[in-house]
C-alpha cells in the first residue's frame, strides 16, 4: 500500500496524515489515530514507512502544481478556505503545508520562505477552517470589511460596541506591527501596503 501521489492524490494525501499523525501524535491534531485504527490499517498491510523520493526539482514542481490548483481554485470560490468535501486532494495538501509550517522539524514537507513568500501572495489562509464556531476570515474578508467600515462611518478607529470582532483584528494588527513578532496575521510588507492603501489607522 505505497500509494503515489500520481496514482490517487486524495488517497496519498490521505496515508501521508495517518503516517505523521502517528509518529507525531502531539503535533498534528488533524486525524487521531488511535490504536483499533492501527489495528485496522496493519490488517490490510497498510505501509508505515514509505521510502523518499530524491530530487528538488520533482519537489519543486509538485509545489507548483499545487499552488497553481490553489489559484484556480480562489478565481472559481472567491477565497482558500478549502473543503475536503470540494477537493479532498487540495485539502490535505494544505493541511500538509500548514503542518509543515507550524513544525519545521516533524519531518514533513519543507516550509521554505521563499513558498510561504509564494503563499502568502495569494492569500493563503495560515489558520485554515474550524472545525466548529465561526468561519476563519482571510485578510481579503477583513479588508472588505475595513472598507465597508470606512463607507458607514468615515473612519477606521472601529470601536468593540460597533464590532468586536474587527475591533479585535485591529488591535492585533497593530499589535503585530508595533512589536514586529512572528504571529498568525503573518503582517507582511504586502499586507502593510493594502492597509496603508484604504487610509488603516495604526495608531
Same mark, same amino acid.
Given at each position: 500500500?505505497?500509494?503515489?501521489?500520481?496514482?490517487?492524490?486524495?488517497?496519498?494525501?490521505?496515508?501521508?496524515?495517518?503516517?505523521?499523525?502517528?509518529?507525531?501524535?502531539?503535533?498534528?491534531?488533524?486525524?487521531?489515530?488511535?490504536?483499533?485504527?492501527?489495528?485496522?490499517?496493519?490488517?490490510?498491510?497498510?505501509?508505515?514507512?514509505?521510502?523518499?523520493?530524491?530530487?528538488?526539482?520533482?519537489?519543486?514542481?509538485?509545489?507548483?502544481?499545487?499552488?497553481?490548483?490553489?489559484?484556480?481554485?480562489?478565481?472559481?470560490?472567491?477565497?482558500?478556505?478549502?473543503?475536503?468535501?470540494?477537493?479532498?486532494?487540495?485539502?490535505?495538501?494544505?493541511?500538509? +503545508?500548514?503542518?509543515?509550517?507550524?513544525?519545521?522539524?516533524?519531518?514533513?514537507?519543507?516550509?521554505?520562505?521563499?513558498?510561504?513568500?509564494?503563499?502568502?501572495?495569494?492569500?493563503?489562509?495560515?489558520?485554515?477552517?474550524?472545525?466548529?464556531?465561526?468561519? +476563519?476570515?482571510?485578510?481579503?474578508?477583513?479588508?472588505?470589511?475595513?472598507?465597508?467600515?470606512?463607507?458607514?462611518?468615515?473612519?477606521?478607529? +472601529?470601536?468593540?460596541?460597533?464590532?468586536?470582532?474587527?475591533?479585535?483584528?485591529?488591535?492585533?494588527?497593530?499589535?503585530?506591527?508595533?512589536?514586529?513578532?512572528?504571529?498568525?496575521?503573518?503582517?507582511?510588507?504586502?499586507?502593510?501596503?493594502?492597509?496603508?492603501?484604504?487610509?488603516?489607522?495604526?495608531?
Amino acid at each position: 500500500l505505497n500509494i503515489s501521489r500520481e496514482e490517487d492524490q486524495s488517497l496519498f494525501y490521505f496515508c501521508h496524515n495517518v503516517r505523521y499523525s502517528r509518529s507525531n501524535p502531539d503535533k498534528f491534531k488533524g486525524m487521531a489515530v488511535s490504536d483499533d485504527r492501527i489495528k485496522a490499517l496493519d490488517e490490510i498491510g497498510f505501509s508505515w514507512a514509505v521510502a523518499r523520493k530524491s530530487g528538488k526539482a520533482k519537489s519543486e514542481t509538485s509545489f507548483e502544481s499545487r499552488l497553481a490548483d490553489l489559484r484556480q481554485y480562489k478565481q472559481q470560490h472567491g477565497h482558500l478556505n478549502v473543503k475536503q468535501e470540494e477537493d479532498g486532494s487540495l485539502y490535505y495538501f494544505c493541511q500538509i +503545508v500548514r503542518t509543515g509550517r507550524n513544525n519545521p522539524d516533524g519531518g514533513g514537507m519543507k516550509i521554505t520562505d521563499e513558498r510561504i513568500k509564494a503563499l502568502d501572495e495569494i492569500g493563503f489562509p495560515w489558520g485554515g477552517l474550524r472545525l466548529s464556531g465561526p468561519k +476563519v476570515k482571510t485578510f481579503e474578508e477583513r479588508l472588505d470589511e475595513l472598507r465597508k467600515y470606512k463607507r458607514l462611518h468615515g473612519h477606521m478607529n +472601529v470601536r468593540w460596541a460597533d464590532d468586536i470582532s474587527l475591533a479585535a483584528f485591529c488591535s492585533k494588527l497593530r499589535f503585530a506591527r508595533k512589536t514586529k513578532k512572528t504571529t498568525r496575521l503573518n503582517l507582511t510588507d504586502a499586507k502593510i501596503a493594502a492597509l496603508d492603501s484604504i487610509g488603516f489607522d495604526w495608531f
